[in-house]
């Protein structure tokens, strides 16, 4: 049961204009969400993360908004560079379930942004 | 200040062997996580420790897997009698508090190939 769902493997975009990458979720609970990018042979790095109390949050180039109703979420990066090719994973939290700070990942997908 | 320190990066074992992964979190860091991400899927969250204490390991596999985090030392998860389906690549994350607005640090990862 994937209940983080990022149903783009792959994204190809041109160097300086937007990339927009999606991501859906199914639990109701989650309350946190992430994202992460992560380069080939490298563990993942945490970008920029926003709270279900928060409809966007922004930070530098990378723009996070959230549609509760839809239970989607989306990642910005404006202007787009070459150097931001990676793999973008979305990642979800729930409240509650003891101590834990576990996520819930997506599949990924793939930007590559072409000079 | 050296990150989240993973070793082996790379591992080989045979079928029936045990396989053990270290991790070292970043100084100051005292819980740990551990991700496994099987090829073209997501992370997948394993086992959550704080110092000498297992938190939650609802994502561990019943059997063979085990993890520990002991009062010196790196934490280690350990996987004995590997089969083929262990092959994979094992993520290591440390924070220094459980505070879902962290984004937790990762390490590079152990690649664990089973022939």
């Known amino acids: 049961d994937q209940q983080v769902k990022q149903n783009s493997p792959s994204l190809s975009v041109q160097e300086g204009r937007i990339s927009i990458l999606n991501c859906d979720y199914t639990?109701?609970?989650?309350?946190?969400f992430l994202w992460y990018k992560k380069y080939p042979a490298e563990g993942p790095t945490f970008l920029i993360s926003?709270?279900?109390?928060?409809d966007k949050n922004e930070d530098g180039r990378f723009t996070v908004f959230l549609n509760k109703s839809a239970k989607h979420l989306s990642l910005h990066i404006v202007p787009s560079q070459p150097g931001d090719s990676a793999v973008y994973f979305c990642a979800a939290s729930a409240m509650g379930g003891g101590a834990t700070n576990k996520l819930i990942f997506g599949t990924g997908t793939l930007l590559a942004v072409q000079p | 200040n050296a990150g989240v320190m993973q070793n082996p990066r790379h591992l080989v074992r045979r079928r029936g062997q045990e396989a053990r992964l270290r991790c070292s979190p970043m100084?100051?860091?005292?819980?740990v996580y551990w991700y496994r991400q099987l090829p073209e899927e997501g992370l997948k969250f394993m086992v959550y420790?704080?110092?000498?204490?297992?938190?939650?390991e609802s994502g561990m596999p019943k059997e063979r897997f085990s993890a520990e985090f002991p009062k010196e030392g790196p934490s280690i998860l350990r996987i004995q009698q590997v089969v083929r389906g262990d092959s994979a690549a094992y993520f290591c994350?440390?924070?220094?508090?459980?505070?879902?607005?962290?984004?937790?640090?990762f390490g590079s990862g152990t690649r664990l190939t089973v022939v």
């Open positions: 926003i709270s279900s109390i928060k």
């Open positions: 100084k100051g860091h005292s819980h």
């Open positions: 639990n109701s609970m989650f309350d946190y």
């Open positions: 994350a440390s924070s220094p508090r459980a505070d879902r607005s962290y984004g937790y640090t």
């Open positions: 420790l704080q110092k000498e204490n297992i938190i939650d």
